[in-house]
């Protein structure tokens, strides 16, 4: 398979230019889905020329407060499923989306878990072993190594006080961005 | 998602180096450890009833093996799973997803153990354990007093 | 058969542990939890007494532990290494959980270590 490469469209034009791609050919729906850049939200959708075998990768970017797009349900059926799950795995509001059901999720499980700003709770609530420090015996004055220790892929953020009050501190403050 | 009927257990094996045994397993295979299982029959290490000439077994149990991740959303089928299960039963919890929730135990949609939702009487740890390690669990049922049999209280096997 | 160079779980040699905490700190899943003092060393001829750490307690949860090895790879004083022993069923979940005693009786033998080509095996892990 060749690729026809990135194409970066506004939301605006998103409808306009998966519709003009799928009446070239590109009449395959391969898949959707986001990926969270913080301030912003990326939708990618990939679809294939069956044809020429060509495939096509569609980009736009959101803001991650108010994530809306266009659906392609009514150009390819295939991507109510992808809509679906980047709707509550991304919280993407997908506009004429008909079937809104959770696919995998719970309903209580909250905010959608795939953005950065969803708490890993499991981490932040646990205790992480690594945090542990020898404890000396009272003939030194502290341990000159003793410097606080965060667990590898937890964000501070997460480990702040509205997620878990213990494992919060004054100097982690500083860290919270939001 | 659900599932409807579940199958008794109709698969009964010997275990190796332990001719008095013998089990039904009901293999609730949700991911790659479930491929563990498939390599101890193949190894000859789970020998299917019938295939060679065995003698007779002074034990039978029923076992729920329950390999791979246990999602909540699976959960509620794995339960039903367990409550379609003839007595004598027996739970075995295999590979670390099964055990804790294993390497996806930080995940919001997993089941942090199995042993949350049914009571199991032999953990086997191992990502994947090994298909050896499947046998040594089960040999450990029948040495154990599992949840189920001090319920019911009676016979051991 | 098992090979030698199975990993079937991971064992300690507590006196090779220097309780760094690196293995700890790498482990993805989080099951490795190690306890340690300091104590002070007084050795003859040096001018001051030298810290060192002292194992207290070293647990291995293997019902959590996914089997990477990072903490094998990771040890600077080849105190972990991988064993092939497999029967570790337990009956409960907390037996899954294996401190210092638990984690040297799996020890690879001389065999299983000259198999794998891994440090080990020069006899026992320790007797301390």
């Not at chain 1, 009514?74 to 809509?83: I, Q």
């Not at chain 2, 498939?38 to 729920?64: H, Q």
Request: net charge negative; hydrophobic share 40%.
């Amino acid at each position: 398979m060749t690729s026809h490469g990135r194409t970066d469209v506004s939301p605006a034009d998103w409808l306009e230019a998966m519709a003009g791609l799928r009446s070239e050919g590109f009449v395959l729906f391969d898949f959707l889905t986001a990926v969270d850049r913080g301030a912003t939200l990326e939708v990618v959708a990939r679809i294939v020329n069956p044809v020429t075998r060509v495939t096509a990768m569609v980009w736009t970017t959101l803001p991650a407060d108010a994530a809306e797009l266009a659906s392609l349900s009514d150009y390819y059926l295939g991507a109510t499923w992808c809509e679906r799950e980047a709707a509550e795995m991304f919280g993407v509001t997908f506009i004429g989306l008909a079937d809104t059901r959770p696919l995998l999720l719970r309903a209580s499980l909250g905010k959608p878990p795939m953005r950065k700003s969803a708490p890993l709770v499991a981490r932040a609530i646990r205790d992480w072993p690594g945090a542990a420090q020898a404890t000396d015996d009272g003939r030194q004055g502290g341990n000159p190594s003793r410097r606080r220790q965060l667990p590898p892929g937890v964000p501070e953020v997460f480990l702040h006080d509205d997620v878990n009050g213990d494992v919060a501190s004054a100097e982690l403050a500083s860290g919270d961005q939001r | 998602m659900t599932l409807h009927s579940i199958p008794a257990p109709e698969r009964k094996y010997r275990v190796a180096g332990h001719p008095d045994l013998r089990v039904a397993i009901l293999d609730v295979g949700l991911a790659c450890c479930a491929l563990e299982v498939g390599a101890a029959i193949t190894a000859g290490l789970l020998v299917p009833e019938g295939s060679v000439d065995t003698g007779p077994a002074t034990s039978e149990v029923s076992v729920l093996l329950i390999s791979g991740t246990v999602t909540d959303a699976l959960a509620p089928a794995v339960i039903r799973a367990w409550g379609a299960l003839a007595e004598p039963r027996l739970a075995v919890s295999f590979g670390a997803c099964a055990n804790t929730g294993g390497p996806y135990w930080d995940a919001p949609t997993v089941t942090k153990g199995i042993d949350q939702l049914i009571p199991i009487s032999v953990y086997i740890p191992g990502c994947p354990p090994r298909p050896e390690a499947l046998i040594a669990g089960l040999a450990r049922l029948a040495s154990t007093d599992g949840p189920c049999q001090s319920e019911r209280g009676d016979e051991s096997p | 058969m098992i090979p030698g160079e199975a990993h079937g779980t991971i064992a300690l040699s507590a006196s090779a542990c220097t309780s760094c905490m690196i293995c700890v700190r790498e482990c993805p899943t989080w099951c490795i939890e190690l306890d340690s003092h300091t104590e002070q060393v007084s050795e003859p001829g040096a001018r001051r007494p030298k810290t060192v750490n002292v194992l207290d307690a070293f647990r291995i949860d293997f019902g959590l532990c996914m089997y990477c090895g990072i903490c094998v790879d990771l040890c600077p004083f080849d105190a972990l290494a991988w064993s092939p022993e497999h029967d570790l069923a337990s009956t409960t979940a907390a037996g899954l959980v294996h401190g210092i005693e638990e984690l040297e009786s799996t020890w690879p033998s001389a065999d299983c270590a000259a198999e794998a080509g891994t440090p080990g095996g020069d006899g026992s892990p320790s007797d301390s």
